[in-house]
């Protein structure tokens, strides 16, 4: 490589974090963002939007040396917390104890902690630059600032970094210089989501140690504590039928539908009338690229690449590790000898295959979350997935375990959760407890099915 310069698009979690860890081995490093700076206005929505930071976010931050930063303001999340009508609560734990959890962080903080890291470590920031049109033949990048919707030209002669999102517009320009094979599947299903305010003391409203979730078969509702003591929920609804969005229509309908389904929530969200008529709903798909790059010209990681649905709370613990990846692979083509181009084709090829992975298990996991939690089929298969855990810690991982605590690639993830699946619906066909359970058969299956699972160093 002649010269390590890089250009990033976007300025959100993957772009100022690669731009740290790229800066700190000796890239030169250019990012430009849409939005203002936020440590001059803060984020343009003053809501606190938090995400689920799991093993695979945390590691990136931590070869970023701002794991410990980010965790001061983490909320633990040991399990899930399931709302069933006329039921109490229950908790089902994510891992085998404490250090088996998520985390909650705020996404605005993360992102001016990581922002600011980057231009410690020396990255040129552009704000107000959002790219609208990319000229590859003559190394032009056309930017709006959207104060004044004025274009500001600039060219550039580095490999440009498309983390700019769902949305992409670096995609957009890339795919009409050369198709990259786009396609979105939406879900059916959209969300909205409202804040439950601490209580009249002051302190979180209910329980803050976990991620709350009311299933209700087709669609669900789920909290996520804040720092500041306050629950974010969102509520995910299919577009059509009843109920949906098309029945669930004023505040008022939402109303109702509290009343009438999530009656113990409904009194915890004094401003659900008024944030469902201000906000409108997010959308929900899934993005799929057979190309990712344009040689060595322009590269795509994050959402920009694969958004997800959210079910697992991965994609912005996927967009890190696709960070952390292109680093290392970056490096690894200059210290051999190889361009850009052969690290960004490294890249596609060893990480197409565990974001189609992931893409798919945030899939299932909506029905897990929404339909299966409170069934008695699931319940046992759980208590033998921990019977087996306990018998096997080498081999026999449970599902949610590998994608959230490990590093392992996803692919191998989805792959032994689906050979786990077989092993346990087989030998819990036709019993209701784990009384009758074949144990030496079992102990047979995982044997032969499964070699000896390692970490990734
Ligand atoms: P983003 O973080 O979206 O960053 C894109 C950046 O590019 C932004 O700064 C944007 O302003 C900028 N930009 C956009 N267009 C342009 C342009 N044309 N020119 C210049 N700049 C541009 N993931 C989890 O792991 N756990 C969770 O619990 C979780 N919860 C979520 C909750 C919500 C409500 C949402 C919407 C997502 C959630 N996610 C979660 C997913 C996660 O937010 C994304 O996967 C992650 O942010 C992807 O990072 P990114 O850098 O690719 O994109
Ligand atoms: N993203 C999450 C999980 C898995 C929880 C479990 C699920 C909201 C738009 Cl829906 C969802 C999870 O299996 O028990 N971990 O983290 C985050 C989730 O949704 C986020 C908050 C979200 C996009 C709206």
Known sequence: MSERKLTIIGAGLAGSLLATLLCRRGWQVDVYERRGDPRIKGYESGRSINLALAERGRHALRQAGVEDEVMRQAVLMRGRMVHIDGQAPMLQRYGRDDSEAIWSVHRADLNLTLLQLAE???????????????????????????????????????????????GSALRAAMNRWAPLGERSEFLGHSYKELEIPPDARGDFAIEPNALHIWPRGHYMCIALPNDEKTFTVTLFLPNEGD???????????????????FADALPLIPNLVRDWDNRPPGLLGTLYLDRWRLDGRALLIGDAAHAM??????????????????????????????????????FERQRQPDAYAIQQMALENYVEMRDRVDDADFLLQRELEAKLQARHPTRFVPHYAMVTFMRIPYSLAWQRSNLQREIMVTATRGHASLDGIDWSALDAAVLEKLSVLQDAP
């Not at 056309?142 to 700019?164: A, E, K, M, S, Y």
């Not at 109920?243 to 389904?261: I, W």
């Not at 970056?330 to 690290?343: N, P």
């Open 120 to 166: 410690q470590a020396g990255a040129r920031f552009h704000f107000h630059r959002r790219l609208h049109t990319v000229d590859f033949s003559a190394n032009y990048a056309r930017f709006i600032d959207d104060r004044d919707d004025q274009p500001v030209d600039v060219h550039f002669d580095t490999p440009l970094l498309g983390c700019d999102g769902a």
């Open 243 to 261: 109920p949906s969005f098309s029945t669930v229509k004023s505040g008022a309908d939402a109303q109702a539908l509290f009343a009438r389904e």
């Open 309 to 346: 649905v959210p079910f697992h709370g991965q994609g912005m613990n996927c967009a890190f590790e696709d960070c952390v990846l292109l680093a290392d692979l970056l490096d690894a083509a200059d210290e051999s000898g190889h361009d850009v181009a052969h690290a960004f084709a490294a």
